[in-house]
């Protein structure tokens, strides 16, 4: 094990802050965000249209001071204490893009940004789609949706970046699993 490893359990771990949403802490000299609610989970909702467009949202984000784009996503256990992963995409998926999923899969759960944060999410390829609704978010969110042709994605996210768009780089990944299972198999195996 490496000496900072060691280091760090032989500390206690203090709060500096506790907020709302977060939590501010440090243990020896590591200083990390923690999720206040649903253990830090979050869903990242993979989804094409019937017509095989590639669903996105767009959304200011305060930490950046910028607009984003991002495949929707969302809180795990903010205002539904029973929510499991299925449920949370379901709903953010409805709310943000206004697609209703016949079928959610979860495909991988894992770390956003090990070394700052508790965060975890599960990425979940959301398929047999419904328009049921406009979306745009809950709150004030102001979410802009864009379904854009899977052929075209990559072309149109790198356009979007020249236009000064921060692109959330799960982005990537997200389009891989579109079209193949977390071990590289093609969906249709």
């Given at each position: 094990?490496?000496?900072?490893h060691?280091?760090?359990?032989?500390?206690?771990?203090?709060?500096?802050?506790?907020?709302?949403?977060?939590?501010?802490?440090?243990?020896?000299h590591?200083?990390y965000?923690?999720?206040?609610?649903?253990?830090?989970?979050?869903?990242?909702?993979?989804?094409?249209?019937?017509?095989?467009?590639?669903?996105?949202v767009?959304?200011?984000?305060?930490?950046?001071?910028?607009?984003?784009?991002?495949?929707?996503?969302?809180?795990?256990?903010?205002?539904?204490?029973?929510?499991?992963?299925?449920?949370?995409?379901?709903?953010?998926?409805?709310?943000?893009?206004?697609?209703?999923?016949t079928?959610?899969?979860?495909?991988l759960?894992?770390?956003t940004?090990?070394?700052?944060?508790?965060?975890?999410?599960?990425?979940?390829r959301?398929?047999?789609?419904?328009?049921?609704?406009?979306?745009?978010?809950?709150d004030?969110?102001?979410?802009?949706?864009?379904?854009?042709?899977?052929?075209?994605?990559?072309?149109w996210?790198?356009?979007?970046?020249?236009?000064?768009?921060?692109?959330?780089?799960?982005?990537w990944?997200?389009?891989?699993?579109?079209?193949?299972?977390?071990?590289?198999?093609?969906?249709?195996?």
């Amino acid at each position: 094990m490496s000496q900072e490893h060691h280091e760090a359990e032989d500390f206690p771990i203090e709060t500096l802050y506790d907020g709302q949403w977060l939590r501010l802490k440090r243990r020896g000299h590591w200083e990390y965000a923690e999720r206040s609610h649903g253990n830090g989970m979050a869903v990242i909702i993979v989804a094409a249209t019937p017509e095989d467009h590639v669903v996105f949202v767009e959304q200011y984000r305060v930490p950046l001071g910028k607009r984003t784009i991002e495949m929707p996503a969302g809180l795990v256990g903010d205002d539904h204490a029973h929510d499991t992963l299925e449920s949370a995409a379901r709903r953010e998926l409805i709310e943000e893009t206004g697609w209703e999923a016949t079928k959610v899969e979860v495909l991988l759960v894992g770390p956003t940004s090990s070394g700052m944060s508790n965060e975890r999410i599960a990425f979940v390829r959301a398929t047999q789609l419904t328009r049921v609704g406009n979306g745009g978010g809950v709150d004030g969110e102001g979410i802009t949706v864009h379904e854009v042709p899977r052929t075209q994605a990559p072309a149109w996210l790198m356009q979007k970046q020249a236009e000064g768009y921060e692109l959330d780089l799960k982005l990537w990944a997200g389009l891989w699993m579109l079209e193949r299972n977390p071990d590289g198999t093609p969906i249709n195996s």
